[in-house]
């Protein structure tokens, strides 16, 4: 069944629908994604053919100094953090990670695997019954 999912930052300057399914959430503790978040990315994701934008304006990339290869995507007006992608596939077959929480409706999505969990914050418990990824 064909199923819509629609999203957005905390300020409407980024609104975006996914059409098709969402890859489970995965948990990156990664210091990167530390500063980014405020604490760990918790990202579905889908391919970005798959992604249409109501509002973009306010949508910016960073990609980190010593990392040109990633880019987050963030609201440059509210702060929300919203995408992470690879950038040097171009746009086909781009797999982009969406920030759950900027989901409207995340019902029937669940946390499948924890990244980097030795660089978790000491304040954030992870959930033992979540696989760790060791090869990342
Ligand atoms: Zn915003
Ligand atoms: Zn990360």
């Not at 629908?17 to 489970?24: K, S």
């Not at 990156?28 to 530390?34: A, E, F, G, S, V």
């Not at 100094?65 to 077959?93: E, H, I, K, M, T």
């Amino acid at each position: 069944m064909a199923r819509a999912t629609n999203g957005s930052c905390l300020c409407g300057g980024v609104r975006y629908r996914v059409d098709g399914p969402l890859r489970d959430v995965l948990q990156c503790h990664c210091h990167r994604c530390q500063k980014v978040t405020g604490n760990f990315m918790a990202a579905s994701g889908a391919p970005l053919a798959a992604i249409t934008f109501d509002a973009e304006s306010t949508l910016t990339w960073y990609s980190p100094a010593d990392d040109p290869n990633v880019a987050y995507g963030f609201c440059a007006r509210c702060g929300s953090s919203l995408f992470w992608r690879l950038v040097d596939q171009g746009d086909d077959d781009v797999h982009v990670s969406i920030c759950a929480g900027t989901f409207d409706d995340a019902e029937g999505l669940r946390t499948t695997e924890i990244w980097f969990a030795e660089q978790a914050a000491a304040h954030t418990p992870l959930d033992p019954t979540i696989a760790r990824s060791t090869d990342r």
